[in-house]
């Protein structure tokens, strides 16, 4: 309650204009579709690209283990404002041309993709050695160990760290804005701009992807506690 | 596993690329024609010339303009927003068809489009903050620091190593030496800045006079400095890379030559600017 009324005072400070403020905010607010969009379509892309990525990390082919291993080096080595450059800019001399929405999820996608493939690699490692050899024994494939067996239990460890990935890919959604996406951060920095009153407007885009975050918060406890079930009585009954 | 997952990848890679893959033809007029639209870009943070209204919707001179101009060609505007760097480097990849956004015909922006005959005429205007009392004149501006847009003329105009080459190639006379500047994302972040107070972060900014008159509408505490420093004649441009590309322009030209003609450029300037812009100026 004291940090609240710090942050009011403060904002009281900045000499805000409410009257402007809230006759803009149903416009910025229309921007959280997009937001979450983005972010949705980025998170499941980067979910499937980090699966693959992380599987062939633990590849005993080399291929597929130099290929995953470059990819997770270069992408976490460059900044994402600049792959999404690369990508909106450069693909279309290869004569691909995206637009711009396709653009920015292709972008954020293989960004978290690759700091997704460690949280993916780092989970799938988790499972004791002890586990695939018993599913091999029983006479499962690869394709069956990882999916009845290993991935299972994996996601118990993955699905903290990806939570915390698509509550930063919320906010790093808001790069898309260069390229023209009308998102929460691009509705607030237009209206803000040709009013010479961008304080309001990028307070209120803020205000939006903390509540974003706020619900997606609750949702991801939730998903956790269920998840853990499994183990919360295990180890109720092992004490 | 492995291997399936590679074909996987393989296929939702080669999904892609099939559903991206533009198709190629003629010229871009006939693409128009074809599409029933023409993608206008248009940078949507200056008012008046193309910014948004209180339901949110795309207006301004710039608006109206590419709308008539669409009219003109049978066909509707639909118009895309992307960042001003993006729209001046060119390499469109066919994302949009033309610029009305009031750029200004440069040498060095002819390399990557082809220009339209002009439709308006923008001053390029230095300004100060209201409180300053020791920049009268445009030579006061030596060793001050200038905020302006990043890659706008305004840009060019101060860096040493560039030569700004506007229009017809008219000579630009340099009235200030030695202004640092200080380059924002666009010219209003600069004003914004500017507004902090006189010397908090910026002496002046360079900017159009309009942006300039539109800040002192809105209660920005700015002035102009001196007169304006050059005039900038603003056309609508199209992506030099785009088979077809000189052919459109030539098209636009001509349906700006009418509407320069029948008044409709003056009634639209009339309309947002309160006075008649589309003559060239001095």
Known sequence: ?239 | MNRRGFFILLFLAALSLSLTLSSVSAGVLEDIKANGELVVSSDANYAPQSFLDEEGRLVGFDIDVATEVARRLGVVARFVTPDWDLIVAGKWGGRWDLSIGSMTITAERAEVVDFSIPYYYTPAQFAVHKDNKTIKALDDFSGKTVGLGAGTTYESYLDPNQTLTIGGGEKIVYQVKGVKSRPYSTDMEAVQDLALGDGVRLDGVLTSGYVVDEAIKKGVPVKPVGNPVFYEPLAAASDRARPGSAELVKKISEIFESMHKDGTLTKFSMKWYGMDITKKAR
């Not at chain 1, 450059?85 to 653009?103: R, S, T």
């Not at chain 1, 996608?109 to 004791?128: D, H, L």
């Not at chain 1, 269920?226 to 092992?238: D, K, N, V």
Request: proline share 3%; charged share 10%.
């Open chain 1, 1 to 239: 309650m004291g940090i609240f009324a710090v942050l009011l005072y403060v904002f009281n400070r900045f000499n805000l204009n409410f009257p402007f403020m809230l006759k803009y905010l149903p416009f910025i607010m229309k921007g959280v579709g997009y937001t979450i969009l983005v972010s949705l379509l980025s998170i499941i892309a980067a979910s499937i690209l980090a699966l693959f990525g992380a599987i062939a990390r633990l590849s005993k082919n080399p291929v597929f283990y130099g290929v995953a291993t470059f990819y997770v080096s270069l992408i976490r080595g460059t900044p994402l404002i600049v792959q999404i450059f690369v990508i909106y800019l450069g693909l279309p001399q290869m004569g691909i041309v995206l637009g711009a929405i396709p653009a920015g999820i292709i972008a954020l996608g293989v960004c978290y993709g690759a700091y997704m493939t460690e949280i993916f690699r780092g989970g799938i490692q988790s499972i004791g050695r002890g586990q695939i050899e018993a599913a091999y024994s029983l006479g499962m494939t690869y394709s069956q160990m990882m999916r009845r067996v290993v991935l299972p239990q994996a996601f118990r460890i993955i699905i903290p760290a990806t939570g915390n990935e698509f509550i930063a890919m919320l906010k790093d959604s808001s790069l898309v804005a260069f390229l023209g996406v009308w998102e929460l951060f691009f509705r607030a920095q237009r209206v803000g701009r040709q009013n010479f009153r961008n304080m309001e407007t990028l307070i209120i885009a803020a205000l939006f992807y903390w509540i974003v975050t706020i619900i997606f918060q609750y949702f991801q406890g939730r998903l956790e506690a269920h998840l853990a079930r499994g183990t919360r009585r295990i180890t109720g009954i092992a004490h």
